[in-house]
């Protein structure tokens, strides 16, 4: 163990899964928002979901952020969460939920993303806010999993969306062992692996042609 250490194998693997996460993230939701565009439909797609998937996404960029983490180490965060500001928009226009009340919930956000970037909110809350990432992120997932489950059609749920998320959210937990071994964020992206994975399952089950 020490002789790798030192020759720093295992962080140039690290560095190296980081870029291929990084990478892989920078198209990750591209599917997802084009199979919605094309469709025109967001059926067996969790709103609530999505909406708890941007509340993690932000909150665990903050977190990484505030605590000056290596930026290799959440670069993936920035990324997901303008394409998740795209996917949310459009299921939300093809959901007909488009409205004041929507663009007022939008305004509140971004008061409260500025107000924790610049630390014009206290550090402390946003300590606080991190422990529920996990939960949050994980029932997400699971209203993802329980919408598909539910409707039985996964018409506009994207396979590569979600077998990219699986495979980011696993490299993750080898980098974050190494950079910080922060166990929070190692429990977070434990689970969600797993859950990733079983929402992909299900898609993929419920893609299949039906027989008579």
Do not use: H
Not at 18 to 27: D, E, P, Y
Not at 150 to 176: C, E, H, M, P
């Amino acid at each position: 163990m020490g002789l790798l250490e030192d020759s720093g194998i295992l962080y140039v693997i690290a560095d190296v899964l980081s870029i291929v996460t990084i990478a892989s993230c920078l198209v990750s939701k591209v599917p997802q928002i084009q199979t919605v565009r094309q469709l025109q439909s967001a059926k067996g797609l969790s709103v609530n979901g999505l909406l708890m998937e941007l509340c993690s996404y932000t909150v665990t960029m903050l977190y990484n952020y505030t605590n000056g983490y290596a930026f290799l180490s959440y670069l993936e965060y920035p990324i997901l969460l303008v394409q998740e500001y795209a996917l949310i928009y459009y299921v939300l226009r093809y959901e007909s939920l488009l409205g004041s009340r929507a663009y007022q919930w939008a305004a509140v956000y971004v008061a409260v993303f500025v107000g924790f970037a610049t630390t014009l909110i206290p550090s402390s809350v946003l300590m606080m806010l991190v422990p529920f990432t996990t939960p949050v992120g994980a029932t997400s997932k699971v209203m993802q999993l329980i919408a598909i489950l539910r409707s039985k059609d996964s018409q506009s749920v994207s396979l590569i969306t979600w077998g990219i998320s699986a495979f980011t959210n696993s490299t993750r937990i080898y980098t974050i062992m190494l950079d910080s071994g922060d166990k929070m964020l190692l429990a977070n992206f434990g689970i969600s692996t797993v859950l990733s994975t079983s929402v992909l399952l299900a898609a993929w089950y419920y893609k299949k042609p039906k027989k008579d």
